[in-house]
């Protein structure tokens, strides 16, 4: 059984999803220990129970430890199966963290997968639902993801009540991909919402945003989600905005979320900025993605190679998690806080 240190790296709740993702993925028993020791409130939360009540559904796992504030758990996956599930986080959890775990397993399951979650979809420290949807499954089925995403509604903190619907079709293994070089920026695309708040909340945003982008000299289109308040179906309030970079062999991605007393103007500056930053440094992938890469890379067949903005914690932490649990080779250009590149050699799972 492969033992896992929930305190190496960056400490927290990533550790715990990916080892579990990947141990699915692989059919592998794993001991997960010293779960978010870095964390100012250590030890399983709410959204990390169901990424692992998930986990354990689609994989008929045996499990020890499943229990809020633990500290230690073992998972042992058997069978990797379809079907049609939900599970509610219980709070704004974070329905995209839960998503994060799924996705080494999700090509590998012996029938399509459909699962409704319910929980928060544009929390804070967070992925947004808009950034899966333009950024992340966009290059996944690069690599042969079918996987699709329906946001059925917003949940923002500390409410939540969000609910999206996980479709994947099985695809039997994944291919290797090169993203090195992003090429020329060819239009910049994204959506500005705004739940039980007035309209001109998610307008305000994407002008903002707009103008900080005009500068790069391609077209733009920020779409605008809103709902009249008689037909809002939205717990709320909350607003946010995703705004993403098509460029000729890859796609980028910047974001920013509302909050009591931020002015609509910042929140779209924000992501903006965040997305201009990205870009300036001419890699292939964003931050986030060169951290969310690596699992899926360390499943595939062949090498894959890419260039990132920036080696955060993160990206650190999964290229480390790899090497023990898949077992790949991975060769890292590049220091913390600093664009890098990476090349995987990923094991070429089958099922």
């Known amino acids: 059984m492969i033992v896992v240190d929930g305190s190496f790296g960056e400490g927290g709740g990533q550790i715990l999803r990916t080892a579990l993702g990947l141990a699915v993925a692989l059919r592998k028993p794993v001991k997960v ?7 100012k409130n250590p030890g399983l939360r709410r959204q990390h129970l169901t990424a692992v009540k998930v986990l354990a559904t689609i994989s008929n796992a045996r499990v020890e430890g499943l229990r809020l504030g633990s500290t230690e758990i073992v998972f042992e996956p058997r069978e990797l199966r379809g079907g049609r599930y939900r599970f509610d986080i219980g709070t704004a959890g974070s329905i995209t963290l839960v998503l994060q775990a799924l996705i080494p397993a999700l090509p590998f399951t012996s029938e399509p997968l459909e699962i409704e979650l319910v929980g928060g979809t544009d929390v804070p420290w967070s992925p947004p639902i808009d950034y899966v949807r333009f950024v992340l499954i966009p290059i996944l089925s690069r690599m042969g993801y079918d996987l699709e995403i329906e946001v059925k509604r917003r949940g923002h903190y500390p409410r939540g009540g969000g609910i999206v619907k996980i479709r994947s079709r099985p695809r039997g293994k994944l291919d290797s991909i090169e993203l090195i070089d992003r090429g020329k920026a060819l239009e910049i695309v994204g959506v500005s919402h705004a739940v039980k708040l007035p309209r001109h909340v998610a307008e305000r945003q994407a002008n903002a945003a707009k103008k900080v982008l005009e500068q790069l000299g391609i077209p733009i289109r920020i779409d605008i989600e809103w709902y009249p308040p008689h037909k809002d179906p939205h717990l709320g309030p909350g607003s946010g905005i995703v705004v993403a970079a098509k460029c000729e062999n890859s796609i980028l991605g910047g974001d920013a979320l509302g909050a009591k007393g931020k002015p609509a103007e910042k929140v779209g500056e924000e992501a903006a900025t965040k997305l201009l930053q990205e870009l300036r440094t001419g890699a292939a992938l964003d931050k986030h993605m060169g951290d969310m890469i690596v699992a899926p890379a360390a499943l595939a067949c062949g090498t894959t190679r890419f260039k990132a903005s920036e080696m ?40």
């Open 33 to 39: 220990v010293n779960i978010r020791a870095k964390r």
């Open 312 to 351: 955060t914690m993160h990206a650190y932490t999964v290229i480390e998690l790899v090497k023990l649990i898949v077992g790949t080779q991975a060769t890292v250009r590049g220091e913390l806080g600093q664009p890098f590149e990476a090349e995987i050699r990923g094991v070429c799972l089958e099922r």
